[in-house]
């Protein structure tokens, strides 16, 4: 069997359409991921009650949970449980967010317990509002150090994105299947969108890497 790297060239625009609807899926799931997650984070720090449990409870279901099975459930069945319709791309994003928030939080609270305590302490100290203290004192150095972390969940997130074909969601594994069953060239399509794949997610992996060890020379770890 030969490999008819003409047959991908004719029909690039879909698969590179593709490619677009993975990487917007996983940039709008990564604000909905941060934003569920700065909460949990919060509730997370707390040393005792409710929140702490909640956050907890909600961190251990979805990380334990995998990302297909949460995936299919929203998809049949949280239409159902609420009686409410959802679209595809809808439930997509709705599954993505709930899992990553999980992770999102478990990086923030990583971030913020990295802060030296003593930092905080001195700007106690000095009478510093409590707001300001974590603008200025807490989340720089956070950032920081969540970064590399940060950036390996982002490649995670977008590979889960291929997950999303087995509810229509028109991303690349979607359109290569789609397209092999119309040329019946599946090994050029598929060969293509590891390329694609490859493509996106090397150059952030590689960023990681750099930004880690940067952080360990800054702080001599």
Not at 129 to 153: D, G
């Amino acid at each position: 069997m030969s490999f008819d790297i003409n047959i991908i060239l004719r029909y690039y625009p879909e698969l590179l359409g593709g490619a677009w609807v993975a990487v917007w899926m996983t940039a709008v799931s990564l604000v909905f991921s941060s934003a569920v997650g700065a909460v949990v984070c919060i509730g997370k720090l707390q040393k005792y009650g409710a929140a702490n449990r909640l956050a907890t409870a909600y961190i251990d279901l979805f990380r334990a949970t995998p990302e297909i099975v949460l995936i299919i459930w929203v998809f049949y069945c949280l239409p159902l449980l609420f009686d409410v319709r959802i679209g595809r791309y809808g439930c997509a994003i709705i599954a993505l967010s709930a899992y990553g928030g999980a992770y999102m939080a478990e990086i923030f609270r990583a971030g913020v317990q990295a802060v030296p305590r003593g930092q905080t302490e001195a700007a106690n100290a000095l009478g510093i509002p409590i707001f300001h203290i974590a603008r200025r004192v807490i989340v720089p150095p956070a950032i920081r150090r969540m970064m590399p972390a940060l950036v390996n969940f982002l490649t995670e997130l977008l590979k889960a994105t291929s997950l999303l074909a087995l509810i229509g969601v028109a991303e690349l594994i979607f359109v290569a299947s789609t397209l092999g069953s119309k040329t019946f060239a599946y090994m050029e399509f598929y060969t293509a969108i590891a390329v694609i794949y490859f493509m996106i997610i090397f150059p952030l992996s590689v960023y990681a890497r750099r930004a880690e060890r940067r952080r360990l020379r800054r702080t001599g770890n």
